[in-house]
């Protein structure tokens, strides 16, 4: 079966670079807006392993379809127009949570990502002269406005899957890593060879591999930024050394320990979108990404750093 004519304009919209001025704006208005670390990560979804946004949407639809269903019905118009003001009123928070998650994003997912939001904002606005038309006594006019709103948003909802599952946007792009690395312990390379407190990437059976040496420690992570599969190996080291001095036998990424004496978790800081990573569990320290990183175990056997991944096919 071929592919809808549809998909081919949204596919087009991509490559729509004439978008990238107001993309710019709104981006810029974004990151002024909500300052706070703590809040875009909530934004995010950090918390909760995921994006908030999918969630929260769920929502304001749900009542706009219930609503659709009542206006289908007669004598519905008062709890027609109470889902309706319940759909627009929670529409706000879900469109915060997905500027936050879009101003994150490479441009080609901006682009859909605005005409996706601008069919939402569209939504709301003809749900708002609905609820007014209503209140006016003009039923039939109310109608019409909503069930128009809920064919804008579900175009909105059709980008936003476009977006979602075609482009990719706020999957885990780690997540076939376990899939495609070799159960067992594999040899990562001499631990001497092996750059003293300097981020380095080693590629084994085809996977990057984040390296972090420091002394006798070794802490391995995926080099795959799980937001939008950035190089963790041109990113920052933050915070704290790994404990200098202890072993690197046995498991654990970076051998565990005390933190040195940079004091805080040694991090990892994304070059892409500045996401932060624990070397030592690979857990979300900042977003946007929402996915920990694949963290490895590491040994060292007769001079040779090996390296095991838990749960790997």
């Known amino acids: 079966m071929k592919p809808l004519p549809a998909l081919e304009l949204v596919t087009r919209l991509e490559d729509a670079d004439w978008l990238d001025p107001l993309a710019k704006k709104v981006r810029k208005l974004v990151k002024r807006t909500i300052r706070p670390q703590w809040a875009r990560d909530v934004l995010h979804g950090v918390p909760i392993g995921h994006p908030v946004h999918p969630l929260a949407v769920q929502v304001p639809l749900g009542a706009w379809i219930s609503a659709a269903v009542l206006d289908a019905l ?19 928070p879900s469109a915060v949570a997905g500027f936050m998650d879009w ?41 019409a406005l909503a069930y128009l709103g809920l064919g804008v948003v579900s175009f909105g909802g059709f980008l936003g899957g476009h977006l979602s599952y075609r482009q990719a946007a706020g999957a885990n792009h780690t997540e076939d890593v376990p899939h495609r690395f070799p ?28 390296v972090f040496r420091e002394s006798e420690s070794v802490s391995v992570l995926s080099d795959v930024c799980s937001h939008l599969s950035g190089p963790l190996h041109e990113g920052k080291l933050k915070g704290g050394s790994l404990a200098a001095g202890s072993p690197a036998h046995g498991s654990g990424s970076g051998g565990g320990g005390a933190d040195g004496a940079g ?30 990183q694949p963290r ?18």
């Open 74 to 92: 007669p004598g519905n118009g008062k709890a027609s127009a109470v889902l309706i003001g319940v759909g627009s009123a929670s529409a706000v």
């Open 296 to 313: 490895f175990e590491t040994r060292v056997t007769g001079g040779l750093v090996e390296v095991n991944l838990p749960g790997a096919d």
């Open 183 to 210: 159960s067992g312990w594999q040899p990562l390379g001499p631990l001497e060879d092996l750059p003293d407190g300097k981020l380095h990437q080693r590629v084994v059976a085809g996977i990057p591999l984040l």
């Open 103 to 143: 101003s994150q994003l490479h441009p080609q997912q901006q682009r859909v990502g605005l005409v996706h939001a601008t069919a939402n904002i569209t939504a709301v606005g003809l749900y708002t002269a609905s609820l007014v038309a209503r209140t006016r006594g003009r039923q039939d006019a109310g109608k």
């Open 263 to 292: 004091g805080g978790e040694p991090c990892v800081v994304c070059p892409w979108h500045g996401s932060t990573f624990s070397l030592r569990s690979g857990e979300v320290q900042a977003g946007p990404a929402t996915s920990r």
